[in-house]
């Protein structure tokens, strides 16, 4: 059984950085291409970024180019979502996700385990 579970959300303000956290256990961590997403109240859950089982290949939403940063270190099991500059609209709840597909990939139906979110609100 795979488990996934996102940390490192919270209250900000607007202009600050945080960087979201998500373990991977139950597989060897390798194995999967991650991607984190996030989902607005009264909103479509949305792509951000994903990134392949080396992290030598990512993907992005173009509206998240530029702020918003993906990595991954497989000796901790463990993908980043490093995120700039925030601004209210950033508001939302952030999941990470995991399936075992190889290139990247922004179809979200694709991911196969996902974690239950983690909250980030930024202030203005």
């Known amino acids: 059984q795979v488990h996934v579970v996102e940390s490192g959300g919270g209250l900000v303000h607007t202009g600050d950085s945080v960087r979201l956290s998500c373990t991977v256990s139950?597989?060897?961590?390798?194995?999967?291409?991650m991607a984190w997403s996030r989902q607005a109240p009264g909103q479509e859950r949305e792509f951000i970024a994903s990134?392949?089982?080396?992290?030598?290949?990512?993907k992005y939403a173009d509206s998240m180019k530029g702020r918003f940063t993906i990595s991954r270190d497989n000796t901790k099991n463990t993908v980043y979502l490093q995120m700039n500059n925030l601004e209210p609209e950033d508001t939302a709840d952030y999941y990470c996700?995991?399936?075992?597909?190889?290139?990247?990939?922004?179809?979200?139906?694709?991911?196969?385990?996902w974690g239950q979110g983690t909250q980030v609100t930024v202030s203005a």
């Open positions: 990134i392949n089982w080396s992290g030598a290949d990512t």
């Open positions: 139950g597989r060897p961590f390798t194995t999967y291409q």
């Open positions: 996700a995991a399936t075992g597909l190889a290139l990247p990939t922004s179809r979200l139906q694709e991911f196969d385990y």
